[in-house]
């Protein structure tokens, strides 16, 4: 009864940790293949990328492995899920602003994190005031506060890392923007380089240090959204 017991506790902790993060991912990735589409390459629709289809994102070892195992493993880890999908390609020569494309297309993906998390501050809002939940018992409105809490946090988090200014991460792109073409071509063709470190980096205790960054956007992120849904009447 007891391995039953604990088989049940640990499919629901990936349920309400892994699911989000599954689709927040998704999200990010779609993100980056609309805008660069909207910029004028279409290399990411034309290989099944411009979709919220998990499958067509998913890496094996960055977005299953690796995410699960900090959502089962005890202590500290547990609190931060490391992961990625496969990247989004496009041609930077199919852009029609050589220059300001590939900066548009790496914000897109933080960008929609920020969205997600704004969202989802609402949600929170509304159900920890009890509307359109006042049907569900204090369980059940606890749970899906939890999750709400858990998705605006893990939001807020991968905006932040994928803010880092570091290949290959979006912010590694984005500053490149600002770079002088030498010292950006040189960080690019590090990249390999530079995730290895980024990786030990954040085992090493990055994950706690950009926790803090992230926690202000989402206590942010809910004031606001508790501002403006009781200026419209909604909550009290």
Known sequence: MGSEHDLIGMLFKVAVF?????????VHEFAHAWMAKQCGDRTAEHMGRLTL???AHADPIGTVVLP??????PGEVS?????????????PRELRDKKNGPFLIALAGPVSNLILAFFGAFAYVLIVNGVMVSELDSDKSNLLAQ?????????????VLNLVP???????????????????????????MLSMILLVLFLGGLGRLLAYPASI??????????AILQLLGVVS
Do not use: T
């Open 53 to 55: 289809n998990p499958l």
């Open 217 to 226: 956007v989402a206590n942010l992120f809910a004031n606001w959204a508790s």
């Open 147 to 159: 999750i709400a809490v858990q998705f605006i946090g893990l939001n807020c988090m991968l905006a």
């Open 166 to 192: 570091v290949h290959p991460l979006d912010g590694g792109k984005i500053i490149a923007r600002f770079l002088p073409y030498g010292a950006a071509r040189w960080l690019e063709e590090r990249e390999q």
């Open 79 to 91: 609190r931060f899920i490391f992961g990625w999908a496969k990247p989004v390609p496009f041609d």
């Open 68 to 73: 699960i195992a900090a959502v089962l493993l």
């Open 18 to 26: 892994f699911i989000p993060f599954l689709f927040s991912i998704c």
